[in-house]
Protein backbone atom coordinates (compact mmCIF):
# COMPACT_ATOMS: atom_id res chain seq x y z
CA UNK A 1 0.00 0.00 0.00
CA UNK A 2 1.02 3.63 -0.14
CA UNK A 3 3.70 4.78 2.18
CA UNK A 4 2.90 7.74 4.59
CA UNK A 5 6.33 8.62 4.51
CA UNK A 6 6.61 12.04 2.90
CA UNK A 7 4.12 13.13 5.35
CA UNK A 8 6.47 12.47 8.36
CA UNK A 9 9.11 14.89 6.63
CA UNK A 10 8.45 18.19 7.85
CA UNK A 11 8.55 16.16 11.72
CA UNK A 12 12.14 14.70 10.61
CA UNK A 13 13.33 17.93 9.37
CA UNK A 14 13.56 19.22 13.29
CA UNK A 15 15.68 16.46 14.24
CA UNK A 16 19.36 16.06 13.65
CA UNK A 17 22.23 13.36 14.48
CA UNK A 18 24.86 15.51 13.12
CA UNK A 19 25.59 13.54 9.67
CA UNK A 20 23.24 13.44 7.37
CA UNK A 21 21.51 11.55 4.64
CA UNK A 22 22.83 10.00 1.22
CA UNK A 23 21.69 8.69 -1.61
CA UNK A 24 24.47 6.24 -1.53
CA UNK A 25 23.58 5.30 2.37
CA UNK A 26 19.85 4.97 1.01
CA UNK A 27 20.70 2.24 -1.82
CA UNK A 28 22.91 0.04 0.65
CA UNK A 29 20.47 0.18 2.93
CA UNK A 30 17.60 -0.64 0.58
CA UNK A 31 19.66 -3.42 -0.86
CA UNK A 32 20.65 -4.78 2.48
CA UNK A 33 17.04 -5.13 3.28
CA UNK A 34 15.70 -6.94 -0.22
CA UNK A 35 18.57 -9.21 0.79
CA UNK A 36 16.91 -10.16 4.25
CA UNK A 37 13.56 -10.09 2.74
CA UNK A 38 15.30 -12.96 -0.10
CA UNK A 39 16.80 -14.87 2.73
CA UNK A 40 13.92 -15.16 4.83
CA UNK A 41 12.10 -15.84 1.92
CA UNK A 42 13.98 -19.01 0.47
CA UNK A 43 14.83 -19.93 4.39
CA UNK A 44 10.93 -20.41 5.06
CA UNK A 45 10.58 -21.88 1.73
CA UNK A 46 13.19 -24.53 1.97
CA UNK A 47 12.92 -25.68 5.85
CA UNK A 48 8.65 -26.29 5.10
CA UNK A 49 7.51 -23.36 7.16
CA UNK A 50 5.78 -21.54 4.05
CA UNK A 51 2.06 -22.68 4.99
CA UNK A 52 -1.28 -20.47 5.45
CA UNK A 53 -0.63 -20.22 8.99
CA UNK A 54 2.90 -18.48 9.03
CA UNK A 55 1.63 -16.29 5.97
CA UNK A 56 -1.63 -15.15 8.63
CA UNK A 57 0.73 -14.25 11.64
CA UNK A 58 3.68 -13.13 9.72
CA UNK A 59 0.95 -10.65 8.02
CA UNK A 60 -0.09 -9.49 11.10
CA UNK A 61 3.10 -8.87 12.97
CA UNK A 62 4.63 -7.03 9.78
CA UNK A 63 1.36 -5.25 9.31
CA UNK A 64 1.82 -4.15 13.40
CA UNK A 65 5.78 -3.66 12.73
CA UNK A 66 4.80 -1.06 9.26
CA UNK A 67 2.30 1.04 11.24
CA UNK A 68 4.99 1.35 14.74
CA UNK A 69 7.55 2.74 12.03
CA UNK A 70 5.51 5.14 10.05
CA UNK A 71 4.36 6.56 14.15
CA UNK A 72 8.26 6.51 15.13
CA UNK A 73 10.57 6.68 11.88
CA UNK A 74 13.43 6.89 14.46
CA UNK A 75 12.84 3.10 15.14
CA UNK A 76 13.36 2.28 11.50
CA UNK A 77 17.10 1.32 12.07
CA UNK A 78 15.56 -1.79 14.60
CA UNK A 79 12.67 -2.41 13.29
CA UNK A 80 13.46 -2.70 9.64
CA UNK A 81 15.33 -5.86 9.14
CA UNK A 82 12.71 -7.37 11.54
CA UNK A 83 9.90 -6.04 8.98
CA UNK A 84 12.24 -7.35 6.38
CA UNK A 85 12.28 -11.03 7.85
CA UNK A 86 8.65 -11.01 8.79
CA UNK A 87 7.67 -9.90 5.05
CA UNK A 88 9.99 -12.80 3.73
CA UNK A 89 8.05 -15.37 5.35
CA UNK A 90 4.87 -13.67 4.57
CA UNK A 91 5.93 -13.80 0.54
CA UNK A 92 6.87 -17.24 0.89
CA UNK A 93 3.66 -19.29 0.83
CA UNK A 94 2.68 -17.20 -2.05
CA UNK A 95 5.31 -17.54 -4.05
CA UNK A 96 5.43 -21.50 -3.21
CA UNK A 97 1.93 -21.91 -4.41
CA UNK A 98 2.66 -19.29 -7.54
CA UNK A 99 5.87 -21.49 -8.42
CA UNK A 100 4.15 -25.06 -8.01
CA UNK A 101 0.96 -23.96 -10.24
CA UNK A 102 3.13 -21.97 -12.91
CA UNK A 103 6.60 -22.66 -12.68
CA UNK A 104 9.38 -20.35 -13.29
CA UNK A 105 6.51 -17.34 -12.57
CA UNK A 106 8.63 -16.56 -9.64
CA UNK A 107 11.75 -15.69 -11.65
CA UNK A 108 9.42 -13.54 -13.78
CA UNK A 109 7.63 -11.65 -11.64
CA UNK A 110 11.04 -10.70 -9.79
CA UNK A 111 12.82 -9.39 -12.87
CA UNK A 112 9.28 -7.54 -13.59
CA UNK A 113 9.56 -5.86 -10.53
CA UNK A 114 13.07 -4.96 -10.61
CA UNK A 115 12.38 -3.12 -13.79
CA UNK A 116 9.09 -0.96 -13.34
CA UNK A 117 11.33 -0.24 -10.46
CA UNK A 118 14.34 0.67 -12.18
CA UNK A 119 12.54 2.04 -15.51
CA UNK A 120 10.21 4.61 -12.51
CA UNK A 121 13.55 5.81 -11.11
CA UNK A 122 14.54 6.56 -14.53
CA UNK A 123 11.83 8.54 -15.34
CA UNK A 124 11.54 10.00 -12.04
CA UNK A 125 14.94 11.16 -12.60
CA UNK A 126 14.42 12.36 -15.75
CA UNK A 127 11.72 15.24 -14.74
CA UNK A 128 9.25 13.24 -17.00
CA UNK A 129 6.69 12.78 -14.49
CA UNK A 130 7.04 15.79 -11.54
CA UNK A 131 5.89 14.31 -8.35
CA UNK A 132 3.92 17.53 -7.24
CA UNK A 133 0.90 18.69 -4.26
CA UNK A 134 -1.34 17.52 -7.33
CA UNK A 135 0.33 14.09 -7.79
CA UNK A 136 0.42 13.20 -4.26
CA UNK A 137 -3.15 13.84 -3.83
CA UNK A 138 -4.07 12.09 -6.75
CA UNK A 139 -2.30 9.20 -6.09
CA UNK A 140 -3.64 9.62 -2.17
CA UNK A 141 -7.49 9.44 -2.90
CA UNK A 142 -6.85 6.46 -5.47
CA UNK A 143 -5.15 4.73 -2.41
CA UNK A 144 -8.56 5.08 -0.24
CA UNK A 145 -10.71 4.49 -2.79
CA UNK A 146 -8.78 0.99 -2.98
CA UNK A 147 -8.84 0.13 0.62
CA UNK A 148 -12.81 0.93 0.56
CA UNK A 149 -12.64 -1.64 -2.34
CA UNK A 150 -10.86 -4.04 -0.19
CA UNK A 151 -13.07 -3.69 2.96
CA UNK A 152 -16.53 -3.82 1.02
CA UNK A 153 -15.10 -6.72 -1.39
CA UNK A 154 -14.16 -8.54 2.34
CA UNK A 155 -17.53 -7.59 3.70
CA UNK A 156 -19.95 -8.70 1.24
CA UNK A 157 -17.95 -11.89 0.28
CA UNK A 158 -17.37 -12.83 4.23
CA UNK A 159 -20.70 -11.52 5.69
CA UNK A 160 -23.23 -12.07 2.42
CA UNK A 161 -21.17 -14.23 0.82
CA UNK A 162 -21.13 -12.47 -2.56
CA UNK A 163 -18.87 -13.79 -4.84
CA UNK A 164 -16.41 -11.40 -7.17
CA UNK A 165 -14.11 -14.44 -8.74
CA UNK A 166 -14.71 -12.59 -12.02
CA UNK A 167 -12.42 -9.93 -10.73
CA UNK A 168 -9.85 -12.85 -10.41
CA UNK A 169 -9.38 -13.97 -14.24
CA UNK A 170 -10.24 -13.09 -17.53
CA UNK A 171 -10.04 -9.71 -19.24
CA UNK A 172 -11.78 -7.85 -16.17
CA UNK A 173 -9.01 -9.56 -13.64
CA UNK A 174 -6.11 -8.20 -16.22
CA UNK A 175 -7.60 -5.00 -16.30
CA UNK A 176 -8.45 -4.64 -12.24
CA UNK A 177 -4.93 -5.93 -12.25
CA UNK A 178 -3.01 -3.52 -14.00
CA UNK A 179 -4.70 -1.04 -12.67
CA UNK A 180 -3.51 -1.78 -9.01
CA UNK A 181 -0.38 -2.13 -10.51
CA UNK A 182 -0.28 1.36 -12.05
CA UNK A 183 -1.62 2.79 -8.42
CA UNK A 184 1.80 0.39 -7.04
CA UNK A 185 4.20 2.27 -9.54
CA UNK A 186 2.83 5.65 -8.90
CA UNK A 187 3.53 5.13 -5.10
CA UNK A 188 7.41 4.31 -6.32
CA UNK A 189 7.28 7.93 -7.41
CA UNK A 190 6.26 9.28 -4.05
CA UNK A 191 8.74 7.43 -2.53
CA UNK A 192 11.68 9.09 -4.77
CA UNK A 193 10.31 12.06 -3.89
CA UNK A 194 10.57 11.18 -0.54
CA UNK A 195 14.46 10.50 -0.63
CA UNK A 196 14.88 13.10 -2.94
CA UNK A 197 13.12 15.31 -0.42
CA UNK A 198 15.25 13.60 2.67
CA UNK A 199 18.73 14.19 1.10
CA UNK A 200 18.41 17.48 -0.36
CA UNK A 201 16.90 18.73 2.87
CA UNK A 202 19.96 17.39 4.97
CA UNK A 203 18.22 14.94 6.96
CA UNK A 204 20.04 13.22 9.85
CA UNK A 205 21.94 9.85 8.42
CA UNK A 206 19.52 7.96 10.98
CA UNK A 207 16.40 8.44 8.53
CA UNK A 208 18.03 6.80 5.68
CA UNK A 209 16.33 3.60 7.09
CA UNK A 210 13.16 5.02 7.49
CA UNK A 211 13.52 6.18 3.15
CA UNK A 212 14.89 2.02 2.68
CA UNK A 213 12.19 0.95 4.58
CA UNK A 214 9.42 2.97 2.80
CA UNK A 215 10.90 2.12 -0.51
CA UNK A 216 11.01 -1.57 0.33
CA UNK A 217 6.97 -1.13 1.59
CA UNK A 218 6.14 -0.18 -1.87
CA UNK A 219 8.42 -3.01 -3.53
CA UNK A 220 7.31 -5.59 -2.04
CA UNK A 221 3.32 -4.34 -3.13
CA UNK A 222 4.80 -4.40 -6.66
CA UNK A 223 5.92 -7.80 -6.43
CA UNK A 224 2.62 -9.19 -5.44
CA UNK A 225 0.84 -7.14 -7.91
CA UNK A 226 3.37 -8.75 -10.57
CA UNK A 227 2.77 -11.71 -9.40
CA UNK A 228 -0.51 -11.91 -9.70
CA UNK A 229 -1.13 -10.35 -12.69
CA UNK A 230 0.76 -13.10 -14.22
CA UNK A 231 -1.03 -15.72 -12.92
CA UNK A 232 -4.03 -14.31 -14.25
CA UNK A 233 -2.30 -13.97 -17.66
CA UNK A 234 -0.52 -17.67 -17.79
CA UNK A 235 -4.52 -18.65 -16.12
CA UNK A 236 -5.90 -17.86 -19.28
CA UNK A 237 -3.72 -19.61 -21.51
Not at 57 to 84: E, F
Not at 101 to 112: F, K, S
Not at 182 to 190: E, K, R, S, V, Y
Request: charged residues 15%; negative net charge.
Amino acid sequence: MENPGLSKLDELSREYSGEVASYSGIAMKELFLLVIVAASLGATWYFGYATTITTMVTGIMGLIACIAITAKPAWAGTLSPLYAILEGMFLACITVVSEAYYPGIVLDAVLMTMGIAFAAAFVYSRGIIKVDSRFMSAVSVMMVGLLFCYLGRLVLEFFFGVSFSFLDHGIIGVIVSVAILLLATACLFMDYEQIRATVQGGLSKEYEWFCAFSLLVTIIWVYIRVLDLLRILRGDD
